[in-house]
């Protein structure tokens, strides 16, 4: 008979949409506004019965489209309250404007983008083009692993939002995650209440000090009005990615913080696996991390020394970290979920970017997998490991581009 | 029986000007007049969202504005989610201190915004809408939009004229069952004054259209700018009513029209015009048409 597992831990078998609205529950979240969009769906309706049933006090706008979604928090995030929004695929792709507002106005939107390919053609499943190709929006972009992480990253995103004045993006796998079940604890409501302040804005909607947002902006600072801030747009932007930089170091900080207050943590910006005395390395991004594991956990059974190095945060990108641990390594073998048509994935790209010139001297080599939700298996990638260890110096060269993990 | 309260005049308005000198609007613009009207009426309680348009021109650059009101600018599709998500704020934390105002020219309202301002009506949500009216895309240089009147030279119609006839905005808000539409023109502030400050005691979605004269845009002096306004409405191309609750009431001007029966020729109107240099008599007479069916509608329509 099985033995019932004392615990006062709250631990429930959910989807990676259940967690991620528990999450947004959990954070007293004040205005949410979403648009239906496969495999997100699920999640705006767990919380639409959340605020019908309230069990949650939030102002819930069902709207017309994504693009509407995002101005609507926009605009509430202005006002001064916490805000969410979740979607991915296309509705990222439409929301794509919005992005841009809410990064260059320095508001702590956080979204869940639940990863899913885009067309044409229609394709349901789950690859990372979506928020990929949203790189250069001025959004923190954290990748997930499982549904506990992605419970624990909606938590920690606020957090960094809130402080840095940057929104944050946390993606998970579609249908890989967001439809599949495991066990996941459910912190405490007054734990997390202690672990996340209230939300203090840095804007004033009030008639007694009115100011505008958003307004015309010339190139050059105005320096004929001293008085007030008169920045550029130029300096405006610096300003952002100055944030995002700096939001690295918040990432990591954070990621302790919530490792004293609820046990675990998740590396910050990256995560790392057997690498101490690897030789190749494995790098990924998302849910395709745990595939990763178990292929080094099998290569390690047959005698190579591999391990796995997790791009948790994409951006800001972890260029520190990634040079600090690939030191050691000969070969990194980048697997991914997109692709930059005619050149490579982005996460092989930007490995290489930030190894060019550093102490760092592992070549590159990038791999395209599970577009469209096509199964990566663990011994497909070990297929790949097994072939580039075999020759002394790996033949295939920068001209040749990514190798496709297909069968055309 | 005019619900409207006629205590008002030029000078029994609030003396507190929230649309401040010196903004950037061109000379002879109604939006600025309509705005400063407008403003009045809010007496200030309100927060302003805006989208791409010349009223962001108006508002002025960074770090300065011309206005002692809070407004956000919002990109051009959007301006009814903005307004939605500024109540949704304020409702969040507790504030019903303000009311919120959504802003857009007739390109974005009739065109690119209608999709979130549709979405916004049908929510009902408790906000008034102003889609002021210059009948196309003036901040981006006069290209046609779907309110600019059929046979007007514009920079997208410049051979031809426009061809087709304009939407009718207000009535495609009708069918989202609104308690409160009304139109108005810059040219009879006290009309607006009085319509918007009647807005600010209904809840639910509120929808204002108002003509809006532009000197550059319709290429007449600006010295003309009211006088054409007023003849938009005199000729009946323009007419000024209110539906409160399914119920159509001309008011200001149209009524009186209604009740002389003199409606001005269309000639008056679109002669002081060089964007309508190019009609010929047979365009001239389907416009003519165009008045008189929708006068017709209006006048079997109108309780006042």
Same mark, same amino acid.
């Given at each position: 008979m099985m033995q019932k597992i004392k615990s006062n831990k709250d631990i429930q078998i959910i989807n990676g949409n259940q967690a991620a609205a528990l999450a947004v529950k959990l954070c007293r979240v004040q205005v949410i506004s979403a648009y239906p969009v496969t495999p997100q769906s699920p999640l705006s309706e767990a919380l639409s019965r959340f605020v019908e049933s309230g069990e949650m006090t939030t102002e819930y706008i069902a709207v017309e489209s994504e693009h509407s979604a995002l101005t609507v928090l926009n605009a509430a995030s202005l006002v001064g309250a916490r805000t969410f929004t979740a979607t991915g695929s296309h509705g990222l792709a439409y929301m794509h404007e919005l992005l841009h507002w809410t990064s260059g106005a320095r508001l702590p939107v956080v979204m869940a983008c639940v990863n899913r390919a885009i067309g044409a053609p229609w394709c349901i499943p789950s690859d990372e083009q979506d928020s990929v190709s949203q790189r250069d929006t001025g959004w923190v972009q954290i990748y997930t692993r499982n549904n506990q992480e992605i419970l624990d990253t909606i938590?920690?995103?606020? #957090?960094?939002?809130?402080?840095?004045?940057?929104?944050?993006?946390?993606?998970?796998? !579609?249908?890989?995650?967001?439809?599949? +079940?495991?066990?996941?604890?459910?912190?405490?409501?007054? /734990?997390?209440? !202690?672990?996340?302040?209230?939300?203090?804005?840095?804007? %004033?909607?009030?008639?007694?000090?009115?100011?505008?947002? +958003?307004?015309?902006?010339?190139?050059?600072?105005?320096?004929? %009005?001293?008085? %007030?801030?008169?920045?550029?747009?130029?300096?405006?932007?610096?300003?952002?990615?100055?944030?995002?930089? +700096?939001? #690295?170091? #918040?990432?990591?900080? &954070? /990621?302790?913080?919530?490792?004293? &207050?609820? !046990?675990?943590?998740?590396?910050?910006? &990256?995560?790392?696996?057997?690498? /101490?005395?690897?030789?190749?390395?494995?790098?990924?991004?998302?849910?395709?991390?745990?595939?990763?594991?178990?292929?080094?956990d099998n290569l390690r059974a047959q005698g190579y020394k591999v391990g796995m190095l997790s791009v948790r945060v994409f951006r800001p990108f972890p260029r520190k970290e990634v040079i600090k641990l690939l030191k050691k390594v000969n070969l990194a073998v980048v697997f991914e979920k997109n692709i930059s048509y005619g050149y490579e994935g982005a996460v092989c790209s930007e490995l290489k970017a930030s190894l060019?010139?550093?102490?760092? #001297?592992?070549?590159?080599?990038?791999?395209?997998?599970g577009l469209g939700g096509r199964d990566v298996k663990a011994r497909e990638l070990q297929g790949v490991i097994k072939k580039a260890a075999s020759v002394k110096r790996y033949k295939r060269t920068q001209e040749d581009g990514p190798q496709w993990i297909s069968y055309l | 029986m005019d619900k409207l309260p006629m205590k008002e005049n030029a000078l029994s308005l609030p003396e507190k000007e929230y649309l401040l000198p010196g903004n950037r609007s061109c000379a002879g613009c109604g939006l600025s007049l309509a705005y400063r009207y407008i403003l009045k009426a809010l007496e200030g309680r309100a927060v302003i969202t805006v989208t791409a348009s010349c009223l962001t021109v108006l508002q002025g650059m960074y770090p300065l504005a011309s206005v002692n009101v809070p407004s956000i600018n919002t990109p051009f599709a959007s301006v009814a989610a903005g307004a939605s998500g500024l109540v949704a704020g304020l409702r969040s934390l507790g504030r019903d201190d303000l009311t919120v105002v959504g802003f857009a020219g007739d390109g974005g309202t009739s065109d690119i915004g209608i999709q979130s301002l549709s979405g916004a009506a049908a929510r009902q949500t408790d906000f008034l809408y102003i889609c002021y009216d210059n009948e196309g895309y003036m901040n981006t240089g006069t290209q046609h939009s779907s309110s600019t009147p059929f046979g007007a030279i514009t920079t997208t119609t410049p051979i031809k004229g426009k061809r087709y006839f304009p939407k009718d905005m207000p009535k495609i808000m009708e069918a989202h069952n609104l308690p409160y539409i009304f139109t108005a023109s810059s040219s009879f502030p006290i009309d607006l004054y009085q319509k918007v400050s009647k807005c600010r005691n209904i809840r639910g979605t509120k929808y204002g259209h108002v003509h809006i004269p532009c000197p550059p845009g319709w290429s007449f002096p600006t010295s003309k700018a009211v006088k054409i306004g007023k003849l938009a409405v005199e000729t009946g191309m323009v007419v000024l009513y209110e539906i409160e609750n399914g119920v159509l009431r001309l008011t200001s001007r149209s009524k009186q029209l209604a009740k002389n029966g003199n409606l001005k020729l269309l000639d008056e109107y679109i002669s002081h015009q060089i964007r309508f240099a190019k009609l010929t008599g047979s365009d001239k007479q389907r416009i003519q048409d165009w008045i008189n069916q929708r006068w017709q509608q209006y006048l079997a329509r109108d309780i006042s």
């Open positions: 938590i920690q995103a606020y #957090k960094v939002a809130e402080s840095m004045y940057v929104p944050v993006m946390v993606c998970f796998d !579609g249908f890989v995650l967001s439809h599949t +079940n495991m066990p996941v604890e459910i912190p405490r409501q007054a /734990d997390v209440d !202690g672990f996340l302040p209230h939300y203090k804005p840095h804007t %004033i909607i009030d008639p007694a000090t009115p100011r505008i947002y +958003n307004s015309v902006t010339l190139p050059d600072p105005r320096f004929e %009005i001293p008085d %007030i801030p008169h920045r550029g747009y130029m300096e405006l932007r610096q300003l952002l990615h100055e944030a995002l930089e +700096n939001a #690295k170091q #918040k990432i990591e900080d &954070v /990621d302790k913080e919530f490792a004293q &207050v609820f !046990g675990r943590s998740y590396g910050g910006m &990256v995560w790392e696996y057997c690498l /101490d005395d690897a030789e190749i390395a494995l790098v990924t991004m998302g849910s395709l991390s745990m595939e990763a594991t178990v292929a080094v060019y010139d550093s102490d760092a #001297k592992a070549r590159v080599f990038g791999c395209i997998v | -």
